[in-house]
Each structure stands twice: as C-alpha cells, then as structure tokens.
C-alpha cells in the first residue's frame, strides 16, 4: 500500500512512502525508479521536500522522522521524540522549520496538557525547539500557512468519544487561534493564499474554513464514503480530493462545483500532490499504485 507522495519544488522527481517500509523516488517523465531509500523499521506514513529540494523528510509508524539527501539517497539525520506512529511532516515554507504529528500517542489522559503530538523541529539543527500540547486525541494531520507563521492540525476523534477537531496556533507564541469540531478529520491543505483551509473527514464532506475567522466557507460534496485526501493546485483554483470510494474529484473553489473524477484505483486513494507547475496531479492509493493525471486534459473531458 502506498501512503504518500510528494513531488520535488522542481517537478522532476516524486517521492512516495509505502508499507514496505521504503521510500521510493521517481522521475516524472520516464515514470522510473530512480532510487530507493531505506531505514524505517515501519510503515512510511509521510514524506515531504524541503523548499530547496535538497532534503526530502519521511515520517514513520517506527515513531521517528528521517531526512535524506535527495541526491546521494544518504540518511543525514533521524529526528526522535514521539511516542507514537508519526502520522505527518510539513516544511515550513521559509525552510526553517520542519512540523511533525503523531498518531497513537501514548496518552496521558489524567493531564492531556502534557500531551506532545505535534513538534516543531530546527532544520539547520535538526534539534526540536517546540512543541504544542493538550490533546488527548490522534492528530492525523498537520499543514503550514504559506507565510509559515500558522500551523493547522487535525485529529480523527475517538479518545473518549470525542470529536475529531481542526486547531490553528501561531507557530512563535505557540498560542491557539481557533478550534473548530467539524468530526474525524483526515487531511489538510491551506490555500495558496493562505486564506482558507481545506479539510477532508469522515462522513464523505470537504470543508473549506476562513483561517481567520473559523468560519466554515463552503462544503463540497460527492464523495459517497470518507474524504482521506485533499491538495490544492498551485493557482488556487482548484482543490483536488481523494476518498475511500477509490476516486479522485476535481473542485472549482471559487463556484463550489465538482469539475471531474478521476476513476483507475481499486481502493482508497491516501493522498495526492499536485506538480509545481499545476498540470499534473499525483495520487497514491492502498491498491499499491501511484498515478499521474493530465489535470488540464481531465477537465476538458468533463465539460
């Protein structure tokens, strides 16, 4: 099963993490292997580049983080800290600072404060210099703002029969902005400009949140079972989504209106990247497969 993907700033190469425990990279033209990098113990769970392209980030259920040179395929450090499976890493835009979440922690439900399911690391360091706490929950996701000032989270619910939630905390006070209680939330994906947060959760929805005020903007609906992931292209006019029903559904933001779907996987598709330059679109699903979509070509045939 693959479980990530993550396309290089350039566009050139794409990483994804599987269950094999391996991190595979590809070149986009050929659709070759190009390397494989190995070291995790567990399940892949998340990969990203850092802003450069010099470092691709894997997070994994060994409970550690790993970064790697792109270019020699060399481990250059392994970050520890969490007590639980790493569910998701995001760069921050400006390079500084890299985020981590983690899934299945082991709770101390007496004092939730001390519950530290997202860290913030020090790239240049590779030292953790923060960490936000007072869940007693599993953050399933976590994605930076644009300006890389807000990190937004998710968690799926389900400690004490709790609701999933979504929070914003500014990344230099630590200090939450927002939470809202929307159910299990399974991803995540700021807008280009930073304006919105799109979320994808249980119950087949798409959530589209004003990061300023909280307010729920619009909900987008199609999918027939949950929403496990969502990616915005880089114009910010179109919102990618893939379900548990094995599709993928294109969205116009501005109108609210479903664009195309996508249809060739045979299982639930866990996450998607768009290319730097918008054209394509990546998809990684539990049947095993990555695919590439012509997305201009997709929406063409819809119209």
Known sequence: MVGCVAFSPDGKTLASGSWDKSIKLWDVV??????????????????????DGKTLASGSWDKSIKLWDVVTGKEKATLQGHTGQVSSVAYSPDGKTLASASDNEVFNMHSPEDNK???????????????????????????????????????????DAKPGDIRLRDVATGKERVTRH????????????????????????????????????ATLKGHTYSTLSVAYSPDGRTLASGGCDMTIKLWDVTMGKELATLQGHSSGVSSLAFS????????????????????????????
């Open 182 to 217: 929307p159910g299990a939330v399974f991803s995540l994906a700021f807008s280009p400009d930073g304006k919105t947060l799109a979320s994808g959760r249980y119950g087949q929805l798409i959530e589209l949140w004003d990061v300023q005020t909280g307010q729920e903007r």
């Open 117 to 159: 399911l997202i860290r913030l690391w020090d790239v240049a360091t590779t030292k953790e210099w923060a960490s936000f706490k007072g869940w007693s929950d599993y953050v399933t996701c976590v994605a930076y703002s644009p300006d890389s000032k807000t990190v937004a989270s998710g968690t799926r619910g389900y400690v």
């Open 30 to 51: 050929t659709s070759k292997e190009k390397a494989t990098l190995q070291g995790h113990t567990d399940t892949v769970s998340a990969v990203a580049y850092s802003p």
């Open 276 to 303: 730097p330059d918008g054209k394509t679109l990546a998809s990684a699903s539990w049947d095993s497969t990555i695919r590439l979509w012509d997305v201009s070509a997709a929406n063409k045939e819809d119209k």
